[in-house]
């Protein structure tokens, strides 16, 4: 399986002022697998410590301070020495042991020539209370499901073309037709003037049943896995609904001082709030007569987690755009768009067979923001008022972009086309299952795309 993060804890290793490194990120997104491949493939050895599973780990970081002492425990332990560049030394589910969370500032400052990751269930909701892990000591990753570009090719199915006309011509007997989708290049925004009409809608279309099969599958490892090995939706329908038991449990399990019931109530909401015409999160659908004091902790719990993705509206479209978020107006998606297909309850079919209903604008927009997360420096946002609203709304440096999502072909888009009539933005995006294609002022890409935004402005 190939993770793109694996170039950033790549670049971690190369850097000159590299800090332990804290992976953060939601449970069962990859987070274990993604240590040990980096230490399999870029180090001579690794070592690796799970505080979850050998309780007797604790109390070595609960006597010691300091990281020479540690690390001789540590290879008395694993029966081998540690050397600094060269082993790296892993520390999963490290939530499990906040004393060797905080250890990790007397790595940076002491024996900061070892190098140290740590992973761990739910740590954002640790690393977001004060005083509870080394601020300024670590470099801090986020990781998330499989995106698009990473599912396909996982799944081998179609991913980015760049075909030449020679490889065109060896294609028409239609048998080496596989190997030509199948190429490792980016698919170029111009693509459809570069290569014959036919070939073209063909990729196109195949990109289309991969972005249809991804919305039913979504990035979840052990999901995507499942698809690969068995190709029975049966199966992949069982282990979303087993993670979001999972994630339930751990409601109670981890919640601290934030009341369980209500993190529950929230997360449960969640389908009910996209389902609205506005989509935006009201505390009253949570539970009548819900106000923010009832539910705030509960939210914030949810998205340091990293289960929820919180979009702000924004009062202007204007550089910053942090400067302008109205903090009581916001939407809530989901981090995996596979498990909120799954907790909304829509049938395979309905995706498939080109069918509309009713979630498929909530739908798309998840698969957009799922795929935008961590392009730009600056989290999206979302535009709305009395008389219109934009779906996301992204900076890019100090230019304003505005984005529209779209779950089929349609183009009705009236306060987005308005926006863009009066503005004159550089770029303005639209989301489509259309096929690359300049309308005007405003530019559709087809949602198979969403991974490569920030490439192709």
């Known amino acids: 399986m190939k993770r793109n993060a694996i170039q950033d804890l790549i670049s971690w290793k190369n850097d000159e002022e590299r800090k332990p490194l804290v992976l953060k990120g939601a449970r069962q997104v990859g987070k274990t697998w993604l240590m040990k491949e980096f230490g399999k493939n870029y180090y001579k050895s690794f070592v690796y410590f799970n505080f979850d599973e050998e309780d007797e780990l604790k109390s070595i970081f609960e006597a010691n301070k300091n990281p020479q002492?540690?690390?001789?425990?540590?290879?008395?332990?694993?029966?081998?020495?540690?050397?600094?560049?060269?082993?790296?030394?892993?520390?999963?589910?490290?939530?499990?042991c906040p004393e060797a969370l905080n250890t990790l500032k007397y790595f940076k400052e002491k024996a900061n020539e070892y190098h140290v990751i740590a992973a761990g269930s739910l740590l954002g909701t640790l690393l977001a209370k004060p005083k509870s892990y080394p601020v300024g000591m670590v470099n801090l990753l986020d990781i998330y499901p499989l995106n698009f570009e990473e599912f396909?090719?996982?799944?081998?199915q179609v991913i980015y073309v760049s075909a030449t006309p020679g490889e065109y011509e060896r294609s028409r007997s239609g048998q080496i037709v596989e190997q030509v989708i199948r190429p490792t290049g980016l698919l170029d925004p111009v693509f459809p003037r570069l290569v014959p009409e036919e070939l073209s809608a063909l990729f196109h279309n195949r990109l289309l049943e991969a972005y249809n099969n991804y919305l039913i599958i979504g990035g979840m490892p052990e999901c995507v896995a499942s698809w690969v090995n068995h190709k029975d939706p049966a199966r992949i329908s069982q282990i979303q609904r087993e993670l979001i038991e999972v994630y339930e449990n751990d409601f109670s399990k981890h919640n601290g001082k934030v009341n369980s019931g209500r993190i529950l109530m929230v997360f449960r909401s969640i389908v009910a709030q996209l389902a609205k015409p506005n989509?935006?999160?009201?505390?009253?659908?949570?539970?009548?007569?819900?106000?923010?004091?009832?539910?705030?902790?509960?939210?914030?719990?949810?998205?340091?987690?990293?289960?929820?993705?919180?979009?702000?509206?924004v009062s202007k479209m204007e550089h910053p755009l942090s400067a302008f978020d109205k903090l009581d107006q916001f939407k809530l998606f989901v981090f995996d768009t596979g498990l909120l297909k799954h907790m909304a309850g829509i049938d395979n079919s309905a995706i498939l067979l080109k069918a509309d209903y009713q979630f498929k604008g909530p739908l798309t927009e998840n698969y957009v923001l799922q795929q935008l997360r961590g392009q730009f420096e600056v989290a999206?946002?979302?535009y709305s008022d009395k008389n219109s609203e934009i779906d996301f709304v992204l900076q890019h440096g100090t230019e304003i972009i505005p984005v529209e999502a779209k779950g089929g072909e349609d183009k009705s888009a009236p306060s987005f086309k308005r926006y863009v009539a009066d503005h004159h933005p550089k770029h303005a995006l639209r989301f489509s299952k259309?096929?690359?294609?300049?309308?005007?002022?405003?530019?559709?890409l087809?949602?198979?795309?969403?991974r490569k935004t920030k490439e192709l402005l």
Do not use: H
Not at 69 to 96: A, H, V
Not at 152 to 156: D, E, I, L, P
Not at 434 to 444: H, V
Not at 446 to 450: H, S
């Open 152 to 156: 396909s090719q996982r799944v081998n």
């Open 434 to 444: 259309r096929g690359y294609r300049k309308d005007g002022e405003i530019t559709n």
């Open 380 to 382: 999206p946002r979302y």
């Open 446 to 450: 087809p949602l198979y795309l969403a």
């Open 69 to 96: 002492r540690i690390l001789e425990l540590l290879s008395l332990i694993c029966g081998e020495k540690i050397l600094p560049g060269e082993t790296l030394i892993i520390f999963d589910e490290i939530q499990e």
């Open 279 to 313: 989509e935006k999160f009201m505390y009253g659908a949570v539970r009548e007569g819900g106000r923010a004091r009832d539910f705030e902790e509960a939210i914030e719990w949810l998205v340091s987690a990293g289960m929820l993705n919180r979009v702000y509206n």
